[in-house]
T-cell receptor, first 113, second 114 residues
Framework: GNSVTQMEGPVTLSEEAFLTINCTYTATGYPSLFWYVQYPGEGLQLLLKATKADDKGSNKGFEATYRKETTSFHLEKGSVQVSDSAVYFC????????????FGAGTILRVKS | EAQVTQNPRYLITVTGKKLTVTCSQNMNHEYMSWYRQDPGLGLRQIYYSMNVEVTDKGDVPEGYKVSRKEKRNFPLILESPSPNQTSLYFCASHTIFDTSYEQYFGPGTRLTVT
């Protein structure tokens, strides 16, 4: 079945450091790919998405590019802030079962001032 | 404001005492789902519904029931909760007319079963 693998955390960075969170996937067909963010004590928010190969999703300084050849969707940000501290989930849409989202395990990001 | 609402947000209960977590969306979405979030496992789908009176099992349906009598509501029922159902639960909805199938999530319900 379809699956998503994310780098394990927690990832701890200093403010203004460069962020990369790796995400790779296994899927049949051509799923849409997503990054969701969960701030402490809150629900899930969509951070960005990409619907086809070579699409780049971007939002709030975060970017990720849909790479079909490497089956990857790595999340990057050039300069993180303390307010970016959260849990980040990579996910893909599985059309076969009611378009469910298949999630990675999540990566905790901690940014120190 | 377009949103998915869940109630209650927090619930502590005892083994075997039936409970219902409500979910409602105001976006006229066809699809609704329930997920549970557990540390190290991400979110896993429990049940989903493609429209009124149409429901199907997700990846972890054991111990749960759902119903979809109205398009906007999708309650999650635990008829005999057990401690292994202690988790954070999310309801989500999306429309078939968005080809990215972006899902909109509720704020979550933290359930503790003792």
């Amino acid at each position: 079945g379809n699956s998503v693998t994310q780098m394990e955390g927690p990832v701890t960075l200093s403010e203004e450091a460069f962020l990369t969170i790796n995400c790779t996937y296994t899927a049949t067909g051509y799923p849409s790919l997503f990054w969701y963010v969960q701030y402490p004590g809150e629900g899930l928010q969509l951070l960005l998405k990409a619907t086809k190969a070579d699409d780049k999703g971007s939002n709030k300084g975060f970017e990720a590019t849909y790479r079909k050849e490497t089956t990857s969707f790595h999340l990057e940000k050039g300069s993180v802030q303390v307010s970016d501290s959260a849990v980040y989930f990579c996910a893909l849409s599985d059309y076969k079962y009611g378009n469910k989202l298949v999630f990675g395990a999540g990566t905790i990001l901690r940014v120190k001032s | 404001e377009a949103q998915v609402t869940q109630n209650p947000r927090y619930l502590i209960t005892v083994t075997g005492k039936k409970l219902t977590v409500t979910c409602s969306q105001n976006m006229n979405h066809e699809y609704m789902s329930w997920y549970r979030q557990d540390p190290g496992l991400g979110l896993r789908q429990i049940y989903y519904s493609m429209n009124v009176e149409v429901t199907d099992k997700g990846d972890v349906p054991e111990g749960y029931k759902v119903s979809r009598k109205e398009k906007r509501n999708f309650p999650l029922i635990l008829e005999s909760p057990s401690p292994n159902q202690t988790s954070l639960y999310f309801c989500a909805s999306h429309t078939i007319f968005d080809t990215s199938y972006e899902q909109y999530f509720g704020p979550g319900t933290r359930l503790t079963v003792t």
